[in-house]
């Protein structure tokens, strides 16, 4: 999980390991408050991020169709564009259909450890 308060554009720029971004979406597919200042700073600075490995698990909600999971969606982009190397596939979980959003994200995040 990242929060603004948790993790900072350093930790991330220091990290020679992976990163696990677990992001919803907000407002019209944007992306939440807490994440914000990560992504901006990092946007800003652009650090080398080629080191780094990551993975996305993105939580939104097909009712809102266009923007489904964009906060996800665009935090991946953001960390694709600075050279870090999405493993797997990116999750994205519809609060509208899935009940148990934990659940299916702990399946996922099994398969996605024995990736690394
Ligand atoms: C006001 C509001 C706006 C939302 N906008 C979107 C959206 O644009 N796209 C999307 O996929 N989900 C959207 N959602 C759904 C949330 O991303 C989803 O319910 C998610 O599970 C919320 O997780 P959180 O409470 O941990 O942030 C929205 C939810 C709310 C309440």
């Not at 907000?26 to 700073?41: C, M, Q």
Request: proline share 5%; net charge negative.
């Amino acid at each position: 999980m990242v929060t603004d308060s948790l993790i900072t554009p350093q930790d991330v720029d220091a990290e020679r390991g992976v990163v696990l971004i677990c992001c919803s979406t907000h407002g019209e597919g944007e992306l939440p408050e807490n994440i914000r200042p990560l992504y901006d700073a990092l946007a800003r600075t652009r650090p080398d991020l080629s080191h780094l490995r990551y993975g996305v698990i993105a939580l939104g909600d097909q009712s809102y169709r266009e923007t489904f999971c964009r906060g996800g969606k665009t935090i991946d982009a953001l960390f694709a564009s600075l050279g870090a190397e999405r493993i797997g596939e990116r999750l994205e979980i519809d609060a509208c259909t899935q009940p148990l959003p934990d659940e299916e994200a702990l399946d996922w995040a099994k398969e996605w450890v024995s990736l690394l």
